[in-house]
Each structure stands twice: as structure tokens, then as C-alpha cells.
């Protein structure tokens, strides 16, 4: 079984930074694709970014150069690095694991960026 569970979100100014993290309680074995996607209000949840076994990254054009996804397998935690925030970064960020066919998700942490 894959839990995750999303810490890091907050309330943060124009231009500044948060650091997420998506810590998998359970096992890590067979996951092949972690990912943080967010759900802006109104809006439908999108893709953020991606990371697979091979450590190959994806990002949506939107934070390409200012967000960066990482993996600790060794700790079985995702990570998402955000610099530069502005307000359309603001939403409830979630993580996702594949394992074998199924996807897992965890409940979401709050983002909102404001002066």
C-alpha cells in the first residue's frame, strides 16, 4: 500500500519561496512515477511536474526555471522546490505516486501567494 501525505504548503509574498514534500508511508516498491499537481480555485487540477525511476523530470510551461522536483528513494519522499512564486501559483498542491497500474494520492497541501 502507497500513503502519502503532502507538508510544506503556507502562506507566502510575491517572488518568495516554498519548499513542499510528500512523504510515502508505505512501501516504495514498484512505484515507477511520482508528481505534485495543484488545483487552482476554480479550476481543474493540472500537472505540475513529474519525476520517473530514471530521474527524468517534466514540468508544466508555466513554472519551468522556477520549480524543481526531486526523490529521495532512500527517505521515500518527493520533494518540489518553488522559487519565484506569484499569485497563479496559488492552490492546493497534491502528489501522486504510480505503482504498477494504480495511482495514488495524497489529500493536499494549501499554496497561497499574496502580498
Known amino acids: 500500500q502507497v500513503t502519502l501525505v503532502e507538508s510544506g504548503g503556507g502562506l507566502v509574498q510575491p517572488g518568495g519561496s516554498l519548499r513542499l514534500s510528500c512523504a510515502n508511508s508505505?512501501?516504495?516498491?514498484?512505484?515507477?512515477?511520482m508528481g505534485w499537481y495543484r488545483r487552482a480555485p476554480g479550476k481543474q487540477r493540472e500537472l505540475v511536474s513529474t519525476?520517473?525511476?530514471?530521474?527524468?523530470?517534466n514540468y508544466a510551461d508555466s513554472v519551468r526555471g522556477r520549480f524543481t522536483i526531486s526523490r529521495d528513494a532512500r527517505r521515500n519522499t518527493l520533494y518540489l522546490q518553488m522559487n519565484s512564486l506569484n499569485p497563479a501559483d496559488t492552490g492546493v498542491y497534491y502528489c501522486?505516486?504510480?505503482?504498477?497500474?494504480?495511482?495514488?494520492w495524497g489529500q493536499g497541501t494549501q499554496v497561497t501567494v499574496s502580498s
Open positions: 501522486k505516486a504510480v505503482r504498477f497500474v494504480t495511482q495514488y
Open positions: 519525476i520517473d525511476n530514471e530521474l527524468h523530470t
Open positions: 508505505g512501501t516504495g516498491f514498484g512505484i515507477t512515477a
